[in-house]
């Protein structure tokens, strides 16, 4: 069975980290981008970060750049995002998804990802 998972959200305190993980099975991730997306509450989603195949090629959404680092293991068919000085507007529910990577990149756009993880929730409070 193709699918994603993602673990190790939480309840953190601002200024606080987490690390997710995107966990692949039933397809092998070396031939695929993947994405990391968010949605708050009331909120559209929207495109975090994204690694290509090779980690060549990577993508912050501006709000998070410094602070969130996204990395790779297709040994591990893992995709990580190390997420620093937490922020409370960085809450949300955390989507991982990929595509196949044909050497075009990666895309902060939803819309290019065909499979996508069921998300794990990040809250950022005090």
């Known amino acids: 069975q193709v699918q994603l998972v993602e673990s190790g959200g939480g309840l953190v305190q601002p200024g606080g980290s987490l690390k997710l993980s995107c966990t692949t099975s039933?397809?092998?991730?070396?031939?695929?981008?993947v994405g990391w997306f968010r949605q708050a509450p009331g909120k559209e989603r929207e495109g975090v970060s994204c690694?290509?195949?090779?980690?060549?090629?990577?993508y912050y959404l501006h709000s998070v750049k410094g602070r969130f680092t996204i990395s790779r293991d297709n040994a591990k068919k893992t995709v990580y995002l190390q997420m620093n000085s937490l922020k409370p507007e960085d809450t949300g529910v955390y989507y991982c998804?990929?595509?196949?990577?044909?050497?075009?990149?990666?895309?902060?756009?939803?819309?290019?990802?065909?499979?996508w993880g069921p998300g794990t929730q990040v809250t950022v409070s005090s």
């Open positions: 998804a990929s595509r196949f990577d044909s050497g075009s990149g990666c895309f902060a756009a939803e819309a290019m990802y065909n499979r």
């Open positions: 039933g397809f092998s991730p070396d031939n695929y981008a």
């Open positions: 690694i290509t195949r090779s980690a060549g090629t990577t």
